[in-house]
């Protein structure tokens, strides 16, 4: 649990020796913890039990002569929020309580964040006064306060949908963050009206393109103008808990909507270019009965007789063909088998109960090399991993059949005679005879089961 900011305690540690509160031996002890786990030494002293959380925020406050207030006994004005947005607020672990005349109060996990307050001083255009409280208790009050109002809301589809275009929110004479959400969300309700699972956001000289992708052909659906470009970009990140303060590397986030009584979800990669920021936005539907998209009862029974048996499940389809939302509903039908099943995604898509999901998490480290090496080490009996692409993942599904596993991954192929070319190179030929079936998705009205003993003659 982080406590206050290095900032704060880097100054102060050395009081906590003099005061008598820890030892310096501790002290040190508590510095080394934190340098090899990549926390601050707040944390290292709360998470070793040398300090309370109360204990260290009351001597934070007598030194600096700065309340502390427990945000539990607080109702944050919720006009304040307009002072302080809510990329700020996460960033620089802050919250505005209440307002008086020209003076803004501030709940702050470090409080000796200079920058902060001065870009805070900046934005709100006021004083700021802060007091201390816990970094935690912060951050548990964003989610609640912020989030009611940083969502996409839900999108109605009812009335003259087939007319619908995004632009017409865009040229409404509004301005604020409330009018570039709206854009956001009428972008969104276009995509679903057309059927779209793709879109993305591309730099130009005029602004951020609108770009829909369906069936491999790219769709001019407008420009955002470049006034706008900053503020849009920012708030379609914070919707999708990607740092907007951040451009110069990838990320890769979530975003999540309603459209009418339906939740979806889609992955939303930024990428940097010469021109700016790319952002491309996936969306996926929740998973379905297989019954519905498998409805032939012999071909759906040898895919589930698949999934109790060891061997490699492999889902096939061209790129936006719906490998993903099959798999989803396929480990949808799983979890009556009494067994531990597993995944290894880029992103959850979607919450399913009894399955111990996993995200990839690049900027610490756990990309699917790391989480191949020690995932065996959970004893799963069925593991869907996602876009297995290199000789080594290849390798190890081997490794995982001969133990027993039974693995789920999909492979992008935009015929059967594609995937058997491509299959037919040398670094496929363990992986192929280990495959105990393939699902094919030809269309969304088509998908096709083959068993072991089919699928053997038609790839030879």
């Not at 539990?72 to 309580?97: G, H, M, T, V, W």
Request: charged share 25%; proline share 3%.
């Amino acid at each position: 649990m982080d406590v206050v900011n290095n900032k704060t305690l880097e100054k102060l540690k050395y009081e906590l020796v003099r005061d008598g509160i820890v030892e310096y031996e501790t002290l040190e002890k508590a510095e080394e913890l934190a340098n090899v786990q990549n926390i601050n030494i707040g944390q290292a002293l709360i998470n070793s039990g040398i300090l309370g959380e109360e204990t260290l925020l009351k001597f934070l406050e007598s030194k600096l002569h700065i309340p502390y207030v427990n945000l539990e006994d607080y109702s944050p004005d919720p006009k304040c929020f307009n002072f302080i947005s809510f990329s700020d607020a996460r960033r620089y672990r802050i919250i505005p309580l209440f307002k008086i005349e020209d003076v803004l109060t501030v709940a702050m996990a470090d409080p000796l964040d200079l920058f902060a307050i001065d870009k805070i001083i900046e934005t709100a255009e006021c004083s700021i006064e802060p007091v201390i409280a816990s970094e935690v208790s912060i951050t548990r009050k964003i989610d609640e306060y912020y989030k009611v109002a940083d969502t996409v809301d839900s999108i109605t589809l009812s009335t003259n949908t087939e007319e619908f275009d995004w632009t017409e929110e865009l040229h409404k004479e509004d301005s604020g963050e409330e009018h570039i959400q709206r854009v956001v969300r009428a972008i969104l309700k276009q995509a679903i009206i057309e059927d779209i699972h793709e879109l993305n956001f591309e730099q130009v000289e005029e602004g951020l393109k609108v770009v829909f992708k369906q069936h491999g052909e790219v769709l001019d659906k407008g420009i955002v103008p470049a006034i706008l470009n900053s503020a849009f970009v920012s708030k379609l990140k914070t919707l999708s808990n990607l740092d907007p303060s951040v451009c110069e590397i990838p990320q890769l986030g979530k975003l999540c909507f309603k459209v009418e009584d339906t939740m979806l979800i889609a992955s939303v990669s930024s990428f940097p270019t010469i021109m700016g920021e790319r952002i491309s936005l996936k969306i996926y539907k929740p998973p379905t009965k297989l019954e519905k998209i498998i409805p032939d009862e012999k071909q759906r029974s040898i895919l589930l007789k698949a999934v109790e048996t060891p061997g490699i499940i492999l889902v096939c389809g061209s790129p936006l063909s719906g490998k993903t939302h099959i798999i989803y509903s396929l480990l949808m039908e799983t979890t009556e088998l009494n067994k531990n099943i597993m995944t290894i995604e880029s992103i959850a898509k979607y919450e399913l109960n009894h399955i111990n999901q996993c995200e990839l998490n690049e900027n610490i480290g756990f990309n699917m090399d790391k989480a191949l090496r020690y995932v065996e080490f959970q004893s799963p009996d069925i593991i869907y991993l996602e876009g297995i692409k290199t000789r080594e993942a290849f390798e190890f599904l081997s490794e995982l059949y001969y133990n027993d596993k039974t693995i789920i991954t999909e492979f992008m192929a935009n015929n059967m005679t594609d995937l058997r070319q491509k299959l037919a190179f040398d670094d496929f030929q363990t992986f192929k005879s280990l495959i105990s079936c393939l699902v094919f998705i030809h269309s969304r009205d088509s998908v096709e089961v083959f068993d072991k003993t089919t699928l053997q003659k038609y790839l030879a």
